[in-house]
T-cell receptor
Framework: NAGVMQNPRHLVRRRGQEARLRCSPMKGHSHVYWYRQLPEEGLKFMVYLQKENIIDESGMPKERFSAEFPKEGPSILRIQQVVRGDSAAYFC????????????????FGSGTQLSVL | EDQVTQSPEALRLQEGESSSLNCSYTVSGLRGLFWYRQDPGKGPEFLFTLYSAGEEKEKERLKATLTKKESFLHITAPKPEDSATYLCAVQATNTGNQFYFGTGTSLTVIP
């Protein structure tokens, strides 16, 4: 049973280019979360998606960032016109349940994509 | 505003020297408190979930406890392979699906 798969592991972009980060959740998981981690900082929530729906995007910048989780295929975090401040590790996590009271919910994380903007 | 604060930021222990990591939280209603371990260059790995004050969970040399304001991760007789960053996260009743993470405690166990 493969875990959460993220690719690429490392992504280098020049300022103004687009970055696409991919995440395949664990088998059977339909809930995907994206987090950003900067050195010396904690994991910051960006967006929560279920299949074909964005449930909570309160942590995502209003401009240049978008996320999707299509019916088929991986979840995609897209950053347009990247700037140096976008350099960070981006982690995807998945879970099998929603937050509606089930006490066995926990997040399984991928190994992350390290984005470097030159 | 909901907050999660972990202390100390960094901890160096001799092998076999027991200690505790702290996670204090302020949320309006706690749904769950989670402990994760993160190794360099990897994603966080789930350790424990605690739901109510007084609850305890154990796994090998690790024991997590929870009060109404904080959680402790006790490490008994640590080994070098326990070296990692330990992250605490909370999920609150009024913030839906968000997990709020602390900045972690970087633990180094010296042989």
């Amino acid at each position: 049973n493969a875990g959460v798969m993220q690719n690429p592991r490392h992504l280098v972009r020049r300022r103004g280019q687009e970055a696409r980060l991919r995440c395949s959740p664990m088998k059977g998981h339909s809930h995907v979360y994206w987090y950003r981690q900067l050195p010396e900082e904690g994991l910051k929530f960006m967006v929560y998606l279920q299949k074909e729906n964005i449930i909570d995007e309160s942590g995502m910048p209003k401009e240049r960032f978008s996320a999707e989780f299509p019916k088929e295929g991986p979840s995609i975090l897209r950053i347009q016109q990247v700037v140096r401040g976008d350099s960070a590790a981006y982690f995807c996590a998945s879970s099998s349940t929603s937050w509606t009271g089930f006490r066995n919910e926990k997040l399984f994380f991928g190994s992350g994509t390290q984005l470097s903007v030159l | 505003e909901d907050q999660v604060t972990q202390s100390p930021e960094a901890l160096r222990l001799q092998e076999g020297e027991s200690s505790s990591l702290n996670c204090s939280y302020t949320v309006s209603g706690l749904r769950g408190l989670f402990w994760y371990r993160q190794d360099p260059g990897k994603g966080p790995e789930f350790l424990f979930t605690l739901y109510s004050a007084g609850e305890e969970k154990e796994k090998e040399r690790l024991k997590a406890t929870l009060t109404k304001k904080e959680s402790f991760l006790h490490i008994t007789a640590p080994k070098p392979e326990d070296s990692a960053t330990y992250l605490c996260a909370v999920q609150a009743t009024n913030t839906g699906n968000q997990f709020y993470f602390g900045t972690g405690t970087s633990l180094t166990v010296i042989p």
